[in-house]
């Protein structure tokens, strides 16, 4: 009997460590999980902070190539007005231009096409000159 009564207090005590066991794990996963929640919103507002703060230079670069390019269009569309107020002042010189190069080029071509036409090239000239120039001798194999 006494054996018995130790068996069953035993069984007892296991059941009981059992359950106390799992009412102390439950409660340690419980404060690591509120702890793996408190890191994991740590991370998430760390990221988000660099995603604002990687938004803002962007932005302020997009800024900047607008106020570039603003300022590139004003000079632009300044110098189209420049061009304009030129125009009325400066006189155009197209047709006396064209009159003169018309009236020189007709000249030339006709002179230079005159000149071409009485003369030889050196190399057939009455006298040699050049590569033609010498005696014509016959060679050996000419000869037998």
Known sequence: MELLVSLALLVVGLVIGFFLGRFVQSKQSAGSAQNTEKQVK??????????????RQSIESIESQCATLKSQMDEYEALLSQTDDEDAKVPFYGEQAT??????LNNTEKSEITRVADTQPKDFANTGSGLFAGKSEQSAAEKS
């Open 42 to 55: 740590e991370i998430l507002s760390q990221q988000a902070q660099h995603h604002i703060h990687q938004t």
């Open 99 to 104: 009159t003169y190069l018309r009236n020189n």
